[in-house]
C-alpha cells in the first residue's frame, strides 16, 4: 500500500474545501476491489460536490467525483480479477463513498460494471453518468411506448451532458428532435448532434399557462421547475416526459391539468440505484445506439489537476456537452 493523488473535500470551521493532495490507500472505504482509476468526468452532480453549493458530501473527507472507468488491481469479488475493464456510476461514490477524482478506488464489485464491448475506458466516461442517464431516460420513453411517428421529442438543458447524448441519442432513433437552449451560439453544436430544431430556453423557463398548444409527444427534461411544469403544459395528448434533473431548480410548479385532462405520464429517472439489469443494458445500449464520432465532437478532456476549478462553470450552465478527466 502507498499513497496516490487525490482531490479531497474537508470540512472545517470555515466550511468546506478543496485540495489536491497525496491519499493514503489505507484510508480508502471497505470493498471487495481495489481499481486502478483511468477516466473519470464532470456532472453537475461533481459541481455541486466540488464547490459545497449543495450538501451532496455526506462524509468528510471525501474524494469527490460520481463515476470512473478504470482497471481492476485487487478482487475478491467473484466476477472480477486484476486486468478486468470497468466501469462505475452512482451508489453514493463521490457522496458517501470515497469517489473518482483519484488515482486509485475501492468500491463493492456489486456496484460495477465490465466496460461494454465496443467502448474504450475514456468513451465510457465521455458518456458518464450524464449519458448514461440520458440513455435511461430514452428507455423510459420507449418502455412507456411512445415512438417517433407520435410526434416531436424536446430535449431541455440541451447544450450540457444530458441534453447532448440525449439529442444525439433520439436524432438516432429517428425522432424530430427540439433542443431546447439558453446559448445562442450552440445551435450548429445541436444540430450537429442531430436537433432538427432549435428552441429558446425562455420561451419555456418563465410561469405559464396550466394547458398550452400540444407541441411534443415526448420530452426529456434534465432543468426541472417551471420549465418543466411548461413542457408538461405543451404535451401532446397521452405524451410522456422523462425528468432527470434541477438544473433551473427543484420545485415544480405545475397542476394535474396536463396529467388528468390529456392523458400526460410524468415518469421519474434515478441513475444512482438503477439495479444491475437495467444499468447493464443501458450500458449495452449506449455502445450499440450512440454515434460515437458524435460523443467525440461533444467531448473536452482535462487532466485530474484541472478538475478542481471546474465545479463553478458547470453549475453556472458554461460546460458545452461532456468533459473527460484523464487520471492516468
Ligand atoms: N436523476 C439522475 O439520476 C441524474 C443523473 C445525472 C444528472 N442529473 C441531473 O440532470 C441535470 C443535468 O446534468 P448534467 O450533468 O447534464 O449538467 P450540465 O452539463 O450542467 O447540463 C445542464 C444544462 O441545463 C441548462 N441550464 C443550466 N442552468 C439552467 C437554468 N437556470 N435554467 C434553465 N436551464 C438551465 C444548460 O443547458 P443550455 O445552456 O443548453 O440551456 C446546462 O448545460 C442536473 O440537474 C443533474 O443533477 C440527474
Not at 57 to 79: K, W, Y
Not at 101 to 121: E, I, M
Not at 201 to 228: F, M
Amino acid at each position: 500500500m502507498g499513497t496516490f493523488k487525490a482531490w479531497v473535500v474537508e470540512k472545517g470551521e470555515a466550511g468546506q474545501s478543496l485540495a489536491f493532495r497525496d491519499f493514503d490507500e489505507a484510508d480508502l472505504m471497505d470493498g471487495d476491489v481495489t481499481v486502478r482509476v483511468t477516466h473519470s468526468t464532470l456532472n453537475y452532480k461533481d459541481g455541486l460536490a466540488l464547490t459545497g453549493t449543495s450538501p451532496v458530501v455526506r462524509r468528510f473527507p471525501m474524494i469527490p467525483g460520481i463515476d470512473f472507468s478504470g482497471i481492476v488491481e485487487r478482487s475478491d469479488h467473484p466476477e472480477y480479477k486484476p486486468g478486468d475493464a470497468v466501469v462505475l456510476t452512482g451508489w453514493g461514490v463521490g457522496e458517501t463513498h470515497l469517489g473518482a477524482y483519484a488515482q486509485r478506488a475501492r468500491v463493492k464489485g456489486d456496484w460495477l460494471v465490465p466496460l461494454p464491448q465496443g467502448l474504450t475506458p475514456e468513451q465510457a466516461m465521455a458518456i458518464g453518468t450524464a449519458g448514461y442517464t440520458a440513455m435511461l431516460c430514452c428507455m423510459a420513453l420507449d418502455a412507456h411506448g411512445v415512438k417517433p411517428d407520435h410526434g416531436p421529442v424536446i430535449v431541455t438543458g440541451a447544450s450540457g451532458g444530458v441534453g447532448s447524448v440525449a439529442v444525439a441519442l433520439l436524432a438516432r432513433a429517428g425522432w424530430h428532435v427540439i433542443a431546447s437552449t439558453g446559448r445562442d451560439g450552440e445551435a450548429d453544436y445541436l444540430k450537429g448532434l442531430g436537433a432538427a430544431e432549435i428552441l429558446d430556453r425562455a420561451e419555456l423557463s418563465k410561469p405559464g399557462k396550466p394547458l398550452g398548444k400540444e407541441r411534443w409527444a415526448a420530452g426529456i427534461d434534465a432543468v426541472g421547475s417551471t420549465t418543466l411544469a411548461n413542457v408538461l403544459a405543451q404535451t401532446r395528448a397521452d405524451g410522456v416526459v422523462a425528468a432527470c434533473g434541477l438544473a433551473q431548480g427543484m420545485d415544480l410548479p405545475t397542476s394535474v391539468a396536463p396529467f388528468i385532462l390529456r392523458g400526460v405520464s410524468l415518469l421519474g429517472i434515478n441513475s444512482v440505484t438503477t439495479p444491475q439489469p437495467k444499468r447493464r443494458e443501458a450500458w449495452v445500449r449506449l455502445a450499440r445506439d450512440l454515434d460515437l464520432a458524435k460523443l467525440a465532437t461533444m467531448t473536452n478532456r482535462v487532466r485530474l489537476e484541472e478538475v478542481g476549478r471546474l465545479g463553478e462553470a458547470i453549475l453556472a450552465g458554461k460546460v458545452r456537452g461532456r468533459i473527460v478527466v484523464e487520471v492516468a
